[in-house]
């Protein structure tokens, strides 16, 4: 038993649950950041800083934001390990796949692809986490902390909205490799689930990035 959770069938699997957490994870997110182009003028504002005030306040969103937090540390810490070993070994992703899956590009690059995001984290994290936390931002006619005005403000520049993009691009190659990779490591990726498995994450990941991309992009458009 010792020497399971000390192998790196066990590594492989708490990044792909983790990883797989962190999916439903961004679901939720986009939703939430929906409400940004769904709504308009005040009604946007005062939704949206409303909901910011809720996700930052309410104690079971403050556990699973503690969840979401030690699954995004896991994920990398392990993907990390992982790709050390496979650098020692042949190269795996989460779980060891037949060679024509092992040539595209994705799961060729997860290392870079994940380098990249992170440092998109990072980075969006110190735009909007931190101040909504710990910034000097005003308040909404309802006295609310304006996240939704730096939202906004920080989407009206044309190099942020790219980088915001570019990002979500990269996010997109990330999770059409890593959603069937991780199915594939906790053992349902098998010929009968095969298939609508592997069309789910194509189509998840087109949809989820291109639905984050939307947001800053027409938000850049209205501020023209």
């Known amino acids: 038993m010792n ?15 983790s990883g797989l957490f962190l999916v439903i994870f961004l679901i939720g997110h986009l939703i939430g950041n929906l409400q940004l182009i769904l709504l308009s003028g005040e009604a946007a504002q005062k939704q949206f800083n409303e909901y910011a005030l809720f996700m930052t306040t309410n104690p079971a969103v403050k556990i699973l934001s503690i969840v979401t937090y030690t699954s995004i540390i896991l994920h990398i810490l392990l993907t990390i390990i992982l790709v050390l070993q496979s650098k ?54 309802s006295g609310n902390k304006d996240l939704y005005t730096v ?13 915001y993009v570019f990002s979500m691009i990269i996010l997109g190659f ?37 639905a984050f991309a939307s947001i800053p992009i027409i938000l850049y458009l209205q501020s023209l």
């Open 3 to 17: 020497s399971y959770f000390s192998s790196t069938l066990f590594r492989k699997t708490l990044a792909a649950l």
């Open 88 to 141: 020692q070994a042949r190269p795996i992703g989460y779980a060891v796949e037949g060679g024509g899956e092992n040539s595209a590009w994705a799961s060729r690059n997860m290392a870079l692809l994940g380098s990249l995001l992170l440092v998109f984290i990072i980075l969006h994290m110190k735009s909007f986490w931190y101040e909504m936390h710990w910034g000097a931002i005003g308040n909404d006619p």
């Open 151 to 163: 939202t906004v403000v920080a989407f009206q520049n044309i190099w942020y909205t790219a980088f």
């Open 174 to 210: 990330h999770l059409s490799h890593g959603i069937g990779s991780g199915f594939q490591t906790i053992g349902l990726k098998t010929r009968k689930y095969l298939e609508p498995i592997e069309k789910t994450a194509i189509l998840f990941s087109i949809l989820i990035p291109s």
